[in-house]
């Protein structure tokens, strides 16, 4: 077919297909362009976000945030905007914000959520913004970000293991809970929850670790330091190690670094309480008399540290005009 052939048929094709061909590119183009980030749930509720995950099989992300929360604001600038970060999550989660504070401004599918953001908030112990939730598509919490990462890649490792059952925090609580205490897990598992700011767990995991542990090997100075940091009580074998090696965790904490910590907690465990009440004078006899029966070792040291509190509690008292 010659060029006159062509040019002569193609003058009796309908308009719609010259403009058809003529705006299809655009079209596609601007299909392309579409996606601008994580599609978060707006207009569902939590029950309904909770079937959806189910109903498809994703994961449920939950970032908890609040209009004030300049982190949270760039997350949402800098990292949620981004295609490639769009395009995962939305193949993997039904996603939805959750902003804990109100303001004048809130639209009403914010308004919808203040009794379900708030009791989320309490019962998932959120007291860090931004907070990201992670649950699994049966609705259980699997995971969790504390703090925001301010580059995408650092961001999207986290997410992953947040995908992860070997990763996932509180998959590993429910594994500690079923028995699980091999060294390796119960070290990972302390340093996730600590990251989280979930000490308390965190502290279970590491004395854990450590009483999994020879003496020989707890008394290494890289157990040392990794310990040091979960110690808060009298029970934690961090305090056990400084209370009965001295010399030993000395060699890493610096010349009296075991007697400092372990004054700290008796003084803690045993009257720091009963300094705050100035109108009601300590028993300074029966706090010596408890702390020394319970710390016979440490029996000069503790009639020289509450002898100092007792002084600092008496000045403070004078000038309280009590």
């Not at 009796?12 to 980030?37: C, D, E, H, N």
């Not at 939950?62 to 949402?76: E, F, G, I, N, R």
């Not at 004395?207 to 990794?226: G, H, T």
Request: hydrophobic content about 40%; proline content about 4%.
């Amino acid at each position: 077919m010659n060029i006159a052939n062509i040019i002569l048929k193609s003058r009796l094709l309908p308009a719609w297909i010259y403009l058809a061909g003529l705006f299809l590119p655009f079209m596609v183009y601007s299909q392309k362009t579409l996606q601008t980030g994580i599609s978060f749930e707006k207009r569902l509720t939590w029950d309904a976000i909770r079937e959806k995950a189910k109903r498809e099989q994703k994961y449920i992300f939950v970032d908890m945030m609040a209009t004030w929360c300049v982190p949270c604001q760039t997350l949402d600038k800098e990292i949620y905007q981004l295609d490639s970060v769009g395009h995962f999550f939305d193949k993997h989660f039904v996603s939805v914000k959750i902003q804990l504070n109100r303001t004048k401004d809130d639209p009403d599918e914010i308004k919808a959520w203040y009794g379900k953001s708030e009791e989320l908030g309490k019962f998932y112990g959120v007291k860090i913004l931004p907070t990201m939730l992670f649950f699994n598509p049966q609705g259980e919490l699997v995971h969790k970000i504390v703090g925001a990462p301010y580059k995408a890649a650092t961001f999207m490792k986290m997410v992953r293991d947040g995908l992860n059952p070997d990763e996932q925090l509180y998959t590993q609580l429910k594994n500690y809970q079923n028995g699980r205490r091999d060294t390796t897990f119960l070290k990972k598992m302390s340093l996730g929850f600590a990251q989280v700011g979930d000490i308390p767990t965190a502290s279970l995991a590491a004395n854990s670790y450590m009483q999994a542990l020879s003496l020989k090997d707890r008394v290494k100075p890289d157990n040392i330091s990794y310990i040091y940091p979960f110690i808060n009580t009298s029970k934690d074998e961090g305090f056990k190690l400084c209370l009965d090696y001295p010399n030993q965790v000395d060699v890493v904490r610096g010349k009296g670094g075991a007697n400092t910590i372990v004054l700290s907690v008796i003084r803690k465990e045993g009257w720091l309480d009963a300094l705050k009440d100035l109108d009601h004078t300590p028993d300074w006899d029966q706090l010596e008399r408890v702390s020394i029966v319970k710390f016979p070792s440490k029996k000069k040291q503790i009639k020289q540290a509450l002898d100092d509190d007792q002084k600092n509690y008496l000045l403070r008292k004078s000038r309280k005009g009590h």
